[in-house]
T-cell receptor, first 114, second 114 residues
Framework: DTGVSQDPRHKITKRGQNVTFRCDPI?????LYWYRQTLGQGPEFLTY????????KSRLLSDRFSAERPKGSFSTLEIQRTEQGDSAMYLC????????????FGNGTRLTVT | EDKVVQSPLSLVVHEGDTVTLNCSYE??????LLWYKQEKKAPTFLFML????IEKKSGRLSSILDKKELFSILNITATQTGDSAIYLC??????????????FGQGTILTVHP
């Protein structure tokens, strides 16, 4: 499968714990995005990387959230001191740097904070 | 703030029916509008629209954009149970570091009964 890969698929954690998710984009894609989706809503933008540079962060992304893309390939999203409100599907997407290149999404990581 | 609004929020039809899904938008500097289909997991790309009045078509699905009235429609003819999904509309704003970032509507949940 050469699509966007996310790991893990599901994560259940207790409030206050830290969690980390991984995204492997399509290999030739230099743009990488993280989105969050809650039930009944469309995905909301969290952050964007072009190669290894994090170029934009949503104000939705509190200080407890951090994302990295150390070598411009895979990316990690870490949530520290999780809260119940963090429960959501976290989607990763990638694209090439072309004007009319659509985003390709992974299957997401579903986080449940108990 | 940019806004994307979809209607209806949910729709229940029978196989063979034709459906029209609506998406209206307000963005500062419009670049393109995209439609995605989301079943259990990853949103999958359907169409990208950049020019008014030009219909995009793929099998039983078609879509058109009206940049003057700031809306798009997605038509599905002869619906099948496999069309049951959430249909997401998203817009891309031009320019700056936001390039390529999608702003989504809340989605339309389509249910097709046999």
């Amino acid at each position: 499968d050469t699509g966007v890969s996310q790991d893990p698929r599901h994560k259940i954690t207790k409030r206050g714990q830290n969690v980390t998710f991984r995204c492997d984009p399509i290999s030739e894609h230099n743009r990488l995005y993280w989105y969050r989706q809650t039930l009944g809503q469309g995905p909301e933008f969290l952050t964007y990387f072009q190669n290894e540079a994090q170029l934009e962060k949503s104000r939705l992304l509190s200080d407890r959230f951090s994302a990295e893309r150390p070598k411009g390939s895979f990316s990690t999203l870490e949530i520290q001191r999780t809260e119940q409100g963090d429960s959501a599907m976290y989607l990763c997407a990638s694209s090439v740097r072309q004007i009319r290149s659509p985003l390709h999404f992974g299957n997401g990581t579903r986080l449940t904070v108990t | 703030e940019d806004k994307v609004v979809q209607s209806p929020l949910s729709l229940v039809v029978h196989e063979g029916d034709t459906v029209t899904l609506n998406c209206s938008y307000e963005v500062t500097n419009f670049r393109s509008l995209l439609w995605y289909k989301q079943e259990k997991k990853a949103p999958t790309f359907l169409f990208m629209l950049t020019s008014s009045g030009i219909e995009k078509k793929s099998g039983r699905l078609s879509s058109i954009l009206d940049k003057k009235e700031l809306f798009s429609i997605l038509n599905i003819t002869a619906t099948q149970t496999g069309d049951s999904a959430i249909y997401l509309c998203a817009v891309v704003e031009a320019g700056g570091t936001s390039y390529g970032k999608l702003t989504f509507g809340q989605g339309t949940i389509l249910t097709v009964h046999p």
